[in-house]
């Protein structure tokens, strides 16, 4: 595994990380939830990236169980605040102080720990000023119960606000986390320019685009049982890219994978690894299999003949508007 740090700080984190997003708690049974993880520690992952809306709270649980016997200082646990939890009553969602202060303590009970490595706002707030939202965070970093600060689908202009509030109050805002893969690349002509100017890293998501880069859609084929694409939330996630003209570049992709000793699932990881504003690559799993397999991304080089072969192939399917960043 190789490591990396993130932001403009002196953390380490591992540059494929393990994330339990649409799995623990919901998909995966709790044994086979384990055994993933368990596989990622095998493979040198010291990075997991949950959220307290996973599973309505279940998922953090789950980790926390998982993660129960391991050397706190030896991983990086990373959550998130922001979309609705609990019974959904007036104060259980959004970035108010009320609600990031209850929703850190709760994270830290399910994850079976004094504090986390990294909190971060899972979306931008709108209806609440962003100042009473990083005094909140900068309060929890004061009490030891976070160590950094970080943001997840932030836009450059947010990040670049969020950024002057924290230096103000003197804390460490040091991450992104958006959706960035060869088919989503919206957050490479603004997001990324302004996180370097902010010393923040991006923490990306879905680098294998849900499944669509394993080239195991076919256009004009059935899907798959059991994928991603068959689930109801999942489906709804992917339709954008499921289109017979995306599927068919997609294909065009595997020559290149082969060309390159990767599997299709590899050079996606590797691919998103070759930005220099990337710290880390989540991967999710529901099988143990899966983390062995796409961990072989960490440490790869891919030259520029092979970016540029990429870049060809998806050129009119790859999605660059900075527009399309998802805001709440």
């Not at 890293?201 to 084929?221: D, F, H, N, R």
């Amino acid at each position: 595994m190789e490591f990396r740090r993130l932001g403009r700080s002196g953390l380490n984190i591992s540059e494929i990380s393990y994330g339990n997003w649409l799995t623990h708690g919901s998909q995966v049974e709790e044994e086979q939830a384990q055994a993933c993880v368990r596989a990622a520690l095998d493979a040198g992952i010291t990075t997991f990236d949950t959220a307290d809306v996973y599973a309505n709270t279940k998922a953090e649980s789950v980790l926390g169980r998982a993660l129960a016997g391991e050397r706190r200082e030896s991983v990086e646990i990373f959550t998130k605040v922001f979309w609705p939890t609990g019974p959904g009553g007036p104060n259980d969602k959004g970035l108010g102080r009320k609600h990031i202060l209850e929703s850190a303590n709760a994270s830290l009970k399910r994850l079976q720990t004094d504090y986390v490595d990294l909190y971060q706002a899972h979306r931008f707030d709108r209806s609440v000023p962003l100042e009473e939202t990083m005094l909140a965070f900068a309060d929890l970093v004061r009490q030891g119960k976070v160590l950094y600060i970080g943001v997840s689908e932030w836009n450059a202009e947010q990040i670049t606000r969020g950024a002057a509030l924290a230096r103000e109050l003197n804390v460490p805002f040091i991450s992104n986390q958006p959706q960035y893969s060869m088919l989503w690349r919206v957050i490479e002509s603004q997001v990324v320019p302004a996180s370097e100017r902010e010393g923040v890293s991006q923490i990306v998501w879905s680098p294998i685009a849900q499944g669509v880069l394993t080239g195991k859609y076919l256009p004009g084929g059935e899907v798959p049982a059991g994928s991603r694409a068959t689930d109801e939330r999942g489906s709804k996630m992917i339709a954008n890219l499921m289109r017979d003209e995306v599927l068919t570049k997609v294909q065009e992709l595997k020559p290149i994978a082969e060309e390159a000793g990767l599997t299709m699932a590899q050079l996606a990881v590797a691919w998103v690894l070759q930005n220099p504003n990337v710290a880390s690559a989540i991967i999710g799993a529901s099988r143990p299999e899966q983390v062995h397999e796409n961990v072989k991304a960490a440490g790869v080089k891919l030259d520029a003949e092979v970016l540029e072969k990429i870049d060809k192939v998806l050129e009119g399917v790859a999605q660059t508007d900075p527009r399309l960043t998802v805001v709440a």
